[in-house]
């Protein structure tokens, strides 16, 4: 009887990459159901305080002390983001 396991016997694990966030999952499924933008920000980006409203990104609440980004759009949209974020929307917005 042979017990080695030959390499193409093994199937790969299904796993999720453990280094993403919560917010990292949330903005990537809204990307993927297309209730988030994806296109570029090329009207500009802004950084303020937060402004007490939804994270465009997690939809958790902009926390005064937060570090509040913004995404404006040529057609005058704009998406408000944590910074934590708005990098993980620019990362999964850039492949
Ligand atoms: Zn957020």
């Given amino acids: 009887m042979n017990l080695k396991v030959r390499?193409?016997?093994v199937m790969p694990t299904p796993q999720?990459?453990?280094e993403l966030?919560?917010?990292e999952i949330v903005i990537q499924a809204k990307l993927a159901h297309?209730?988030?933008r994806h296109d570029?920000?090329?009207g500009g980006v802004v950084v303020v305080r937060g402004s007490q409203l939804p994270c465009n990104g997690c939809e958790h609440i902009l926390e005064a002390d937060d570090i509040e980004m913004h995404a404006r759009f040529p057609d005058g949209d704009l998406l408000r983001f944590h910074a934590?974020?708005?990098?993980a929307w620019c990362y999964a917005t850039r492949s």
């Fill in 7 to 9: 390499r193409r016997d």
């Fill in 16 to 18: 999720l990459p453990t």
């Fill in 21 to 23: 966030t919560d917010a």
């Fill in 34 to 36: 297309g209730t988030l």
């Fill in 40 to 42: 570029p920000c090329i």
């Fill in 84 to 87: 934590r974020c708005f990098g």
